[in-house]
DNA sequence: ATAATTGTTTAACATTTGGTTAACCTTATA
DNA sequence: TATAAGGTTAACCAAATGTTAAACAATTAT
């Protein structure tokens, strides 16, 4: 876990300093927030590739901070484990729904915590790395483009698309996936998203899109 | 979770039937095993995607089974969730050990249980590797199918249809249940499917797809 | 602030493809 | 051997996608 980024939430300063001396002391790099409002800004500038979430705080609530994080297309691989004191069916469904990975009941058992993260990772860990063994690559931080050599700046909507596709080479993204993580709720025509394929066909030649009628997109190198 | 097959496994023949029951009503295939051995040699013939597995067995217990199966590299990426009745953390930390993808603490709840298997299962994608005996895969995220080791991208309602048709191989498929399930509500004359059938015989060999006279379709290696 | 530039979306049209049908052929079995 | 079920083929049509240019928006430079 050496390295990764977490995100620690919870009203009770204690128990966000507990946990975050032990995951430190794994060697994670750890942001703490005490409200729902921080968290949300905290994960969108940091992107933490775990989150651990309290979900009954004042005002915003764990929940409600889970599904705004979903929507975020940067952090739909981050892993998000609630921890709450209600042990309740409904409570915990509802946290499942909200789009979480787990549902922890306190009080936490930190050994039992870090093997739950630890087998997440490991379970589907490297698919954050957005790179690719084809000839192109992106990086979010620079917000380039790097093609056989050449680093290229492209426009953002051009990047966000291909950075979806990229997230998860090969695999088909859906028109409908492809809009509500590259324009939200923005309401567009369709005919946009082809237009935007174009200019990246244009860019980096036409085999890097691929279509697949009646279904979307996928990157294919 | 349609199509997917699972073991469940406990000395306890009451638990298995609930569990049985409650994830037969998902659409998944169902195995049992009461005892430790049986559930090795199940696992290892049926290869299913998932396993609930009860720590606490005579003779065999969970953890050596989980130990065992994960030896076999057919296994590796079938979920294995521990249910058990001892909440202790060196009972669950001994199962994570073992290679456990979660541990669960009895009394089940059936709702929680399965919100917890499809994160898991969406996190890492084994839900979408319809693997089978015969030469022939597919794999929904990409949308291609395998076939001696060439990648096909079909249309899609042949690729529905041979989806279907995989879920369950050997099993016949009626006309009508090919038609609710691949065309829905949409009304079509009675040679459609066998077009669809012909083209997907045309593309696989035909001897992919076998007929049954008066019923319908079933894939066959 | 204004112009120039660059990025985004739309609209109109072209093209492609997949799905369906219809007509006819073949085969199993009652 | 009659008959119903399924197989085959090619043609048609509709839907999905591709393409382009131009309008509109947002940024950046002057």
Same mark, same amino acid.
């Given at each position: 876990m050496q $390295?990764?980024?977490?995100l ?6 204690d128990?966000?300093?507990m946990?975050a001396?032990?995951f ?6 750890? &942001?703490k ?7 949300i800004?905290?994960?969108? /500038?940091?992107?933490?590739?775990v ?14 901070v ?17 921890? &709450? ?18 549902y922890?009941?306190?009080p ?28 192109i690559?992106?990086?979010k931080q620079?917000?380039?483009? /790097?093609h056989l ?15 979806l596709?990229?997230? &998860?080479p090969?695999?088909?993204?859906r028109?409908d ?6 324009w $939200?709720d ?6 946009t998203?082809?237009?935007?394929v ?6 980096f030649g ?8 009646g ?5 294919? $190198?």
């Open positions: $390295g990764l980024k977490l620690i939430v919870d009203d009770e300063p128990i966000v300093d946990l001396y032990n430190e002391q794994e060697g994670m790099t750890v &942001s927030a005490y409200n729902g409002t921080d968290a800004r905290i994960a969108e /500038s940091e992107v933490p590739q989150i651990l979430l309290d979900v009954m705080m004042p005002d915003v609530d764990g929940i409600e889970c599904e705004t994080l979903r929507q975020n297309s940067e952090l739909k691989n981050t892993l998000i484990i609630f921890l &709450s004191a209600r042990g309740e069916d409904y409570s915990q469904v509802a946290g499942y729904k909200a789009g979480a990975d787990d922890v009941v306190k936490v058992r930190v050994k039992i915590l870090k093997h739950k993260i630890e087998v997440l990772l490991n379970r589907f860990g490297a698919k954050n790395e957005s790179v690719d063994e084809s000839n690559t992106i990086n620079r917000y380039t483009v /790097s050599g050449e680093e290229h700046i492209i426009p953002k909507k051009e990047f966000e698309l291909l950075a596709l990229l997230s &998860s090969e695999r088909v993204y028109r996936e492809i809009l509500r993580d590259v $939200g923005a309401v567009i025509g369709d005919r998203i082809d237009v935007h174009r200019k990246l066909r244009e860019r036409d085999n890097v899109i691929q279509t697949v009628k279904v979307g997109y996928k990157f294919a $190198g």
